[in-house]
């Protein structure tokens, strides 16, 4: 399997150099150059598969060989042992064809763990077979900083760097973070909002010449293409628990990045019998303009009940506008270059043909509150923002009620007590393994949002 950047840029990469590297020298993101494909009776006799086997069947089609067979297959079941529910990821059924893919039994409980999990083993495995130590540095709006360091904290190989947006996370968010303790683990709160520590991610990553020599950064954000790739395995397993391949399925997806319902949306390219893929968005609706009006444009940022999405800019959107344009790198380039300036819109035939893969909504923090409360009294589950952002979504969208619609619950309850009391509800106890989060001691740095900033910390701070 090659991967090639989206920009156009140098040549065909192999998975390890694409895991290794992250975003492309050019400035694109990297996507296979060729998808595999799965038939119908392949996908039926996976049916009394165990998650961990799933995995294995479809990311050894992305990787090839490159991971002996056995090392891939330790990797995998190592990472999903530390999930706390035998099924990985249970599907719960909330109405008739209404269901809820429970994403949050990894420990930092939130779907992030789905993939840093792996992410973090496959590193480890590369890294030591390379006798080569990297630097980590990743964004987070919320949950993909704990979930970077849960699965990368432990590598003698790296030292994590994870920025976020100072004062724009969840206390449980923040904690899950800043109490972790580790001479290679570092959080720097960043004056500014995701997108701000997005950007200098970015930026970082685009001009390397900072680091020492033969030092170089790794991503743990969903541009790192193994982010994706893990992320397809659960839309395959969720299916196959409703009756796909022989019946499709539709899926509800509360998204601010685009990577989770990318995942999505390439596992109905590989073959999955999806019918419908709803972006579910909050007040933060760059996606959802898009897709309902043909306007691609930046608004201020708003800070909501669902921080998580709280982002003005999807990276994860270039990989699919790549494929809508029929991978043409040029016009990509052009119309990613116009973003920041100008409002954007596709023709009316690759707008129609947006509309044919995605619905969307947009669910603001009133809606939020109404859902988390309805959803509760209906069936006693008691849901986080993003999932009820998600829910919501799904039933404003659904176009076929006979097709089973599985929402995407993102992350536990219990990391986002400030909304569910909005909802007048009580906020769950966090799980056993986070007793006494908020007793611990927390560990970080706030920064202004500068990208010289950064960088000096993180050659002060790292052992490269």
Known sequence: MKYISTRGGGTPQTFEQVLLTGLAPDGGLYV????????????????????????????????????????LRKIVIDSYAQFDHPEVAPLTELAENDFMLELYHGPTLAFKDFALQVLGRLLDYVLLKNNQRVIILGATSGDTGSAAIEGCRHSEQVDIFILHPHQRVSEVQRRQMTTVVGDNVFNLAVEGNFDDCQSIVKAAFADQSFLPEESQLVAVNSINWARIMMQIVYYFSAALKVGAPERAVSFSVPTGNFGDIYAGFLAKSIGLPIKQLVVATNSNDILHRFINGNEYSTNGLNQTLSPSMDILVSSNFERYL??????????????????????????????????????????????????????????AKLVDPHTAVGIRAARECNADPSTPMITLSTAHPA?????????????????PHLTGLFEKEEHYSVVPNDLAAVTEFVIKHSHS
């Open 322 to 379: 790549f494929d809508l344009f029929d991978r043409d790198a040029a016009l990509l380039k052009d119309f990613m270059s116009k973003l920041n300036h100008e409002s954007q819109q596709v023709s009316d035939e690759k707008w129609k043909q947006m509309r044919e893969c995605f619905s969307s909504a947009r669910v603001d923090d009133a809606l939020t509150c109404e859902t988390i409360a309805k959803v509760f009294c209906d069936t």
């Open 415 to 431: 990391k986002f007590s400030n909304a569910i009391n909005e909802a007048g509800l009580d906020a769950p106890q966090l799980p």
């Open 32 to 71: 296979p150059a060729e998808l595999p494909h799965f038939y119908q009776e392949e996908i039926a006799s996976w049916k009394s598969l165990s998650y961990p086997e799933l995995a294995l069947k479809i990311i050894s089609e992305f990787i090839g060989d490159e991971i002996p067979v056995q090392a």
